[in-house]
């Protein structure tokens, strides 16, 4: 697991002297600050008329976030050995459709959250108004990145790749898990009922980011995508898993935003139907299965396998 | 001018029987009539699950709207002969943009509209968070209906037409002419920055529908281009003019939405700046330059002259 594939030459030099390897904690903090140095340039600036949506656009975007997706396009990228200029562009756009997802749901209309990665929410900070149109705003941005210059070796993948944006962020998508979330609160689900909600939710973003990265280079075959998206899939069935427990156990102050809140809410969540020691067995169960599409990647999926960790280990 | 371009055929299978050009009322019903059907068709089913938002997402396209845009990206493929079918799904995706947006801006926080189109709007039919969740979906289905399918002779500029959507309906186009729209309420503009507005809020997205209705086609030389776009951008800030004066001169029952809202909220219009009659005269002048841009083309852009004349004519 300590080799490094030979043609991941671009990501050792960004990220690793060549030979040397550099740690998890390390990549990901490095790349973390790559990311928001390429959301910051491709965000308008706030000098840009109309000003004051640019400024609140930045706002919503950049200083914070774990960029779990953007990593993901990454190291889904390592796999078939893409450029990382290609993999940063779609990890950005992923994580703009990530970001207008929380701008909206902050709103009052439907969260109603005031405390955002520990500042105040988009329209506390701006107003109600321009949150909406910043979330309208960064979800055009992410399909113009996505359009906008060479990212797949074929322009009809490019093609694919947007469409696969698309379908994860509409209302088969992510969109369509939220209003299945909004219809499900004060509901008493099944586990397979829950799971479809975050498998639409949250899962379809995740797994767009696995692929869109892994379609930025040379071509897969049909079974090696098929691994990638059952990785994907559980890795993000896993990260709501794990966040379920983390609402329940945490306090405001750690988490960043308001905790406890699913609970008082009466959102339906794997803890609730589960209790918190089984959903932990289940974030476990859930990393291994997706550990083990990996397998035929051999050393190039490394990367996949430590964010599955990541994720799944965050706190526990 | 009675002369159907050979290239158009395709056209005239479906709208007119060959040899015979259907008269513009004629042309535009069997239009506006198909386009429907297409909408209805692109639109996810009520009964695919969420069922609650794929309802309220055809509840605020489908049944209403003069579908300006659509005619507009069918009178541009024309010009170049480009497939109807290309023309309809083009035209479907700029259209799906044009209704998110009238979602997004009926909501409380932007203009707290109750009635649209002669109809409850999505919040008020719905809830607020499903009419969030509508507007957001429908832009995605944009995306995805753009990328989905052949619209182009070649995949490179399909890529380019998802961006030059992108663009027009992000914060340097449509929702970034809200923004400036919001800022300016109770502001005096002059008629610089109300163009500026106006070309960004609504012209941004009129001149997408005939540029990727031009793009359908066989490729044109950038002059050409260039003058379909200038054709664009004087009907897009003549159709503001024209709404500014409906919007005074009107009452609510014949404009199926709330009329004379403008000077109620104070915002900055035409007709406030100018006055209704130099307001129409202005109407006249950008549609005589309108139609001057199309001179080279002859008879094939009859149909794109002949909609300069329904936006401008609309009431007077």
Redesign the interface.
């Known amino acids: 697991m300590n080799v490094q594939n030979a043609s991941s030459s671009q990501f050792e030099e960004i990220f690793g002297a060549s030979g040397s390897r550099p740690g998890f904690q390390e990549w990901a903090a490095a790349l973390q600050e790559h990311i928001e140095a390429v959301l910051s340039k491709l965000l308008?600036s706030a000098d840009?008329?109309?000003r004051?949506?640019?400024e609140a656009?930045r706002y919503a975007v950049l200083g914070g976030g774990k960029r779990v997706r953007p990593l993901l396009a990454f190291a889904a990228s390592e796999v078939v050995g893409a450029p990382a200029e290609r993999a940063a562009i779609v990890g950005a756009a992923v994580e703009l459709i990530h970001a207008?997802?929380l701008v909206?749901d902050d709103?009052p209309?439907?969260d109603d959250d005031v405390l955002r990665r520990g500042k105040p929410t988009c329209h506390v900070q701006f107003?109600?108004?321009?949150a909406?149109?910043v979330?309208?705003?960064l979800?055009?941005?992410a399909?113009?990145l996505?359009?906008?210059q060479t990212l797949a070796p074929?322009?009809?993948t490019?093609?694919?790749m947007?469409?696969l944006?698309?379908?994860a962020?509409?209302?088969?998508?992510m969109?369509?898990g939220?209003?299945?979330d909004?219809?499900s609160i004060g509901e008493v689900l099944s586990l397979p009922e829950l799971e479809f909600m975050h498998i639409h939710k949250t899962g379809a973003l995740i797994r767009a980011s696995v692929l869109l990265g892994a379609r930025c280079g040379a071509a897969l075959d049909a079974e090696a995508l098929a691994r990638l998206d059952r990785f994907a899939k559980y890795i993000g069935l896993a990260f709501q898993v794990v966040d379920d427990v983390l609402d329940a156990e945490s306090n405001t102050a750690t988490l960043g935003k308001t905790a406890g809140k699913d609970a008082d809410r009466n959102k339906p969540t794997y803890v609730q139907l589960l209790g918190i020691s089984r959903a932990r067995e289940l974030a476990l169960e859930m990393r291994a299965t997706a550990i083990e599409a990996l397998a035929p990647f051999g050393p190039r999926a490394a990367r996949l396998e430590e964010l599955a960790d990541f994720i799944v280990m965050r706190r526990f």
Request: aromatic share 4%; hydrophobic share 40%.
């Open positions: 308008p840009v008329a109309p004051r949506l640019h656009m207008y997802s909206h709103l209309c439907m107003d109600e108004a321009t909406l149109l979330g309208d705003a979800q055009s941005l399909f113009d996505l359009s906008g074929a322009p009809q490019q093609l694919e947007v469409r944006l698309a379908s962020a509409g209302s088969r998508g969109a369509g939220q209003s299945i909004l219809e």
